[in-house]
């Protein structure tokens, strides 16, 4: 089977005001989906990797052919990516983390509002295109960026959450003011989903 664009939990104007409808949809619909036939294309003939989970592919890239390393860096790393970020939200976001990784945070990285504030200076401090991330590695919260769409199970940690700053995440609401998308973000974080997530990576 082909690789295919996920469904939204929610619909494109569900997180208004803070993420606005029209960059939801050309985001998830154009940008996302344009990953994801991209991916599609450059894993014909390689049945192994087409039929293959993507969270595997990405974390031994080594088992990936020389010849289309990179364009499955990319694009993979562009569908993984994006289904992660799309995934984080949900009508009833915002708020503070809960559950075990609420503990977590408060134990390893000083608190929310700590934790908050390195993934946000992080984000808007990203130069060019790329992600600020919140991982799980050897059961332990860790910071991590990356550039374009390399993403963080290449490096052995589980993202469990991020923050898509590619400029057309963003600029048609928020123009070149890219801290101001970064506040609008924490506004429709599900933490319930991103705990579940941190209690499967643990």
């Known amino acids: 089977m082909a690789f295919t664009l996920m469904d939204l939990p929610y619909a494109y104007d569900a997180l208004e005001p803070h993420l606005d409808a029209r960059t939801m949809e050309i985001h998830h619909g154009k940008h996302h989906a344009g990953y994801v036939a991209k991916l599609n294309g450059v894993l014909e003939g390689h049945d192994d990797l087409l039929n293959g989970d993507l969270v595997d592919i990405l974390s031994n890239l080594n088992k990936v052919p020389d010849a289309i390393r990179q364009?499955?860096?990319?694009?993979?790393?562009?569908?993984?990516?994006?289904?992660?970020?799309?995934s984080s939200f949900s009508t009833k976001g915002g708020g503070k983390p809960v559950g075990a990784l609420a503990q977590a945070i408060d134990s390893e990285l000083g608190g929310f509002e700590a934790a908050k504030k390195t993934l946000s200076d992080n984000a808007v401090n990203l130069f060019g295109s790329g992600w600020s991330w919140l991982c799980v590695e050897n059961g332990k919260l860790v910071y991590a960026t990356s550039q374009n769409q390399d993403c963080?199970?290449?490096?052995?940690?589980?993202?469990?959450?991020?923050?898509?700053?590619w400029e057309h995440a963003y600029y048609l609401k928020f123009q070149q003011?890219?801290?101001?998308?970064?506040?609008?973000?924490?506004?429709?974080?599900?933490w319930?989903?991103?705990?579940?997530r941190y209690e499967a990576a643990k």
């Open 71 to 86: 364009k499955v860096i990319n694009l993979g790393g562009g569908v993984y990516n994006h289904n992660l970020y799309f």
């Open 192 to 196: 319930s989903i991103i705990n579940d």
């Open 177 to 190: 003011l890219r801290p101001n998308f970064v506040d609008a973000f924490w506004e429709v974080v599900d």
């Open 152 to 165: 963080p199970l290449s490096n052995g940690q589980t993202p469990i959450l991020t923050i898509d700053v």
